[in-house]
Structure formats: structure tokens, C-alpha cells
């Protein structure tokens, strides 16, 4: 980035992350988003992905610093030296998931930058089809759920319901179930970026299903439809030593 970057600096709703935002306002000064080159989001996780989404449109890259909990998607907070870190810091960029979300009267269309789920809503399993690429590849998964994630939403959700960590560079998404009941030896596909994937809920009335797209949710769905949309490209960045396919890569070795 050049000497003449403009940073607006963002924070969560914590009083911790709002301190924080008070601190390097007096130090940089206060530039509104709409005039800023960058993008400071300060907070955790949650409020990274907040961020990006409200400013899809314009693809400024943001530089996050931790004052949340997790913070994979952030880096360390420190006060000294703002610009220069912004300036050197290594971009990482991704592609959303595009949803198409059908009810019995609509149709919801919304953008994950983790991952779609779709989530069983009452006691009753959920029952799904599953088609790629136009050709059915599950007649019917017996689930609480089932999810599709980004690379960078591997280590999210995706990992605690044991989906594998994919690699940025990999070019693939991994479909994974949550709490598979038939069949039961199945524990997902890793699918190639540009797939198409289709999820049927059969049994809707008896066996409601939710489809939720990050935080965007959409109750009582009868299909859904995930692609990676390469249309749109969110910058993120990282500090040199701690970018963002070195924390995927160490990820893997966490124990």
C-alpha cells in the first residue's frame, strides 16, 4: 500500500474492542469508511466477517486486530507503528459462498464467507438429498445437519463438526455432516471449488430444516443451493510471519 493510505479503524461492541478503537483514533485520527483506502476491524471473529460483509461491495481490504476471543481471523493487537504494518502485510484473498435458499412461497439468496449449514429445527432428524453438479451423489442423508465451507471456514465450524482443514490454495470445499446417522460411514466429500451443490429436504412438514448462510438464516427450506461465486474477492491482511495459509497449515499439526 502506498505512504498515502487512509485507514478507517472499526470495532466490535465490547467495551474492550471499543477502548481500543479510542486508543488509535487519537493516535492516527478518524477516517471515514467511505474515503478510506483499508479497513482496522477490531474485535474477533465475528465482527471480521460483520465487517466484510458490509463492505462487499467495495472490496477494501481489512487488516484485523484481536480484541475478541479466538481472533483466527485476526492479528495480534499492538498500537505502535499502525500504518507500517497495514502498508507490509500480506494479502489473503477469498471468495464467498453464494446461497440460494427456497421455501415453500420464496426464494432467499445470501453470501457466507465461513460456511452455508443447513440445520435440523425441531427433535425430528433431518432427511436430505444430495446432488453435485446436477447428479445426485446421496439419495438421502439421515443428519442434524450438514455443511459446506470455504477454504478459510475450514477451521470454523467445518473442524468442530470433524470436517477436514482445507489448504487456501487447495481449490476445494469440504461438504461435511453434522452428527450423520444413516448412512453411517459416511463423513463428507472434499468438492472441487467451482461445484454446484444442491441439498433436497425430504419429509419438509415433518422434519423442518434451516438454512443459514453465516449469520443470515432461512427457516422451513425445501432446497438450497451453494456455489463459490469468484464474481466477488474479499481481501484480508495478515502480518508476514502469521498470514493466513501459515495459521491454516498450523492448524493442522494443533494438538
Not at 467495551?15 to 478518524?30: I, M, P
Not at 477490531?42 to 476471543?69: A, C, I, K
Not at 481471523?73 to 477469498?94: D, G, H, I, K
Not at 461445484?195 to 433436497?200: L, N, T
Request: charged share 25%.
Amino acid at each position: 500500500m502506498s505512504t498515502g493510505q487512509r485507514i478507517a479503524i472499526l470495532a466490535g461492541s465490547s467495551d474492550t474492542a471499543q477502548a481500543a478503537r479510542e486508543r488509535l483514533v487519537t493516535l492516527y485520527g478518524d477516517c471515514p469508511p467511505e474515503q478510506a483506502t483499508a479497513l482496522v476491524a477490531l474485535g474477533g471473529d465475528g465482527f471480521m466477517l460483520e465487517t466484510q460483509h458490509r463492505y462487499l461491495g467495495r472490496n477494501l481490504p481489512v487488516y484485523g486486530m484481536n480484541r475478541g476471543s479466538v481472533g483466527f481471523l485476526m492479528n495480534a493487537y499492538r498500537e505502535e507503528n499502525l500504518f507500517e504494518r497495514v502498508a507490509s502485510a500480506q494479502s489473503a484473498n477469498l471468495h464467498p459462498l453464494r446461497m440460494r435458499a427456497h421455501t415453500a412461497n420464496a426464494t432467499h439468496a445470501a453470501l457466507a464467507i465461513n460456511e452455508v449449514s443447513l440445520l435440523r429445527e425441531t427433535r425430528q432428524t433431518a432427511k436430505l438429498r444430495i446432488l453435485v453438479d446436477g447428479k445426485e451423489r446421496l439419495a438421502e442423508l439421515a443428519c442434524d445437519g450438514i455443511l459446506i465451507s470455504t477454504p478459510a471456514g475450514s477451521t470454523a465450524y467445518n473442524l468442530s463438526a470433524q470436517g477436514p482443514i482445507v489448504p487456501l490454495s487447495a481449490n476445494l470445499l469440504p461438504l461435511t455432516p453434522i452428527s450423520p446417522f444413516r448412512p453411517r460411514r459416511w463423513r463428507g466429500a472434499l468438492l472441487p471449488s467451482d461445484a454446484r451443490v444442491v441439498f433436497e429436504v425430504l419429509e419438509p412438514e415433518k422434519r423442518p430444516v434451516a438454512a443459514v448462510a453465516d449469520y443470515t438464516e432461512v427457516r422451513d427450506v425445501r432446497r438450497v443451493e451453494v456455489r463459490e461465486d469468484r464474481s466477488i474477492t474479499l481481501t484480508l491482511l495478515f502480518d508476514p510471519d502469521t498470514n493466513l495459509s501459515e495459521r491454516i497449515l498450523a492448524e493442522q499439526f494443533a494438538v
